[in-house]
């Protein structure tokens, strides 16, 4: 099949969320389909890693775009009731390339990674439906983002909580429309699914693809004393200084608690100002001596600042997220908010590390709470089960190795790309 891909950020390097899932499906719909990609730069750093894309596509498109500029540009569309996150997402140099893909090449099928991107789809001049061969349109929603904005807006501060509410409004019935334009809609869960059709009762042909994880990169023993490979089928990677601990060696230093994720995203910034201010309090009072790490790239101005919190280490970008796994006792991922699957959940399993988490974040992998992850949602009770975890170095081990053989048992990017494929047919 000829394939246009068209997506909101550049599918490369796969070290967060969004980037994971459309760099695996990148992946795997190019060994048997040539494949068309399309996207946006909004980070100067990720020009860089454009090149490397070019080996998966017969050809490659892409603008880069200032998320400043790009917010004032749509600030505007306030006042016409439009969803903010259309004009944010909308360049119209990279729709002329996309029509001009569109009036040379018979497409079988084009995917849009992230609701917004439809756009593409209904301002083009030679992708209409009603005009010569139709492509199959295939939606992959990965969350509903309408709720998205529908949290944050009950978490806001005025004014910011009636911006967000507009959004969640104007968006979702947004999604509404794309999904009665589009032959296919994606959500990443079974619990996302019924939360769409649930918000869009007349919502059609909603499937779920899941999410996987690449639990061969992902891996305690592939990450042999700090010489990591660094190709383009996984992150690539540096490492810290600290390694792995031997649960039957005397303790010397701290425990190491280690949340990972892009820490410019709303939900994980809060989640690691929350750990701070309400949890790791608790876990100090009792006499437990941790540090903790929050590693991911773009740290907020906020972020940085909890750096002044006593054993607290912000690292910024790193290149080999596994070594940080590695050197983790307990992996601390408390989402308030945000949906779906949570990759570093996945990720903290599959490198066989303990796990503490919340609901929110747990529903998305249907792991069980206490046999292969530790679920709680008070900063009680997360301190609770991290100062447990960090007293009984057995049950970190027997829950580590139970998280990994439920991830290379339940997500398996292969398996779930099949089925995308199937649905592009």
Not at 106 to 127: Q, R
Not at 203 to 208: D, H, L, T
Not at 291 to 303: D, L, N, Q, S
Request: proline fraction near 6%.
């Amino acid at each position: 099949m000829k394939i246009l891909y068209i997506c909101h950020r550049i599918p490369y390097p796969p070290n967060k969320g969004d980037k994971i899932r459309s760099f695996n499906e990148v992946k795997y719909l190019a060994e048997n389909h040539d494949l068309y990609l399309a996207f946006l730069v909004d980070d100067p750093a990720d020009v860089k890693n454009v090149d490397p894309l070019r080996k998966y596509c017969v050809d490659l498109a892409w603008e880069e775009v200032d998320p400043r500029q790009q917010k004032i540009k749509a600030a505007p569309h306030m006042l016409l009731g439009k969803p903010l996150s259309l004009p944010y997402f909308y360049s119209s140099s990279l729709q002329r390339k996309i029509d001009q893909w569109a009036g040379a090449v018979d497409f079988d099928a084009v995917v849009c990674f992230s609701g917004p991107m439809a756009e593409y789809v209904f301002k083009s001049n030679t992708l209409k439906r009603e005009s010569g061969k139709a492509p199959r349109l295939v939606m992959d929603f990965c969350d509903v983002d309408s709720d998205k904005w529908g949290q944050f807006s009950r978490e806001g501060k005025f004014p910011m909580n009636i911006v967000y509410g507009l959004e969640q409004k104007r968006l979702l019935a947004y999604e509404a429309k794309v999904n009665r334009e589009f032959d296919c809609s994606i959500l990443v869960t079974e619990n996302e699914a019924h939360l769409f059709k649930t918000l869009v009762p007349e919502a059609r042909n909603v499937e779920v693809v899941g999410n996987g994880v690449d639990f061969k990169f992902f891996n305690p023993e592939a990450v042999p004393g700090n010489t990591v490979d660094t190709t383009i089928d996984g992150p690539t990677s540096a490492s810290p200084q600290t390694g792995d601990h031997r649960d039957d060696a005397p303790r010397t230093e701290p425990m190491h608690l280690v949340f990972t994720g892009a820490m410019d995203y709303h939900a994980n910034v809060d989640a690691v100002t929350w750990f701070c201010r309400d949890i790791l309090p608790i876990i100090r009072e009792s006499g437990i001596d941790v540090e903790f790490y929050i590693v991911g790239g773009r740290p907020t101005p906020a972020v940085k600042a909890l750096e002044q919190v006593p054993g607290v280490t912000v690292t910024g970008f790193v290149d080999d997220i596994r070594t940080w796994y590695a050197q983790a006792d307990v992996c601390v991922l408390p989402m308030r908010l945000g949906r779906g699957v949570q990759n570093k959940v996945l990720e903290a399993m599959a490198m066989q590390r303990p796990v503490v988490t919340t609901t929110k974040a747990a529903e998305g992998v249907s792991a069980k709470d206490l046999q292969h992850l530790l679920v709680a949602d008070s900063p009680e009770d997360i301190a609770r089960s991290v100062i447990e975890l960090c007293k009984n170095p057995n049950a970190r081990t027997q829950l580590g190795e139970a998280g990994r053989t439920f991830v290379t048992e339940n997500f398996d990017w292969k398996r779930n790309m099949e089925k995308l494929e199937e649905l592009l047919k």
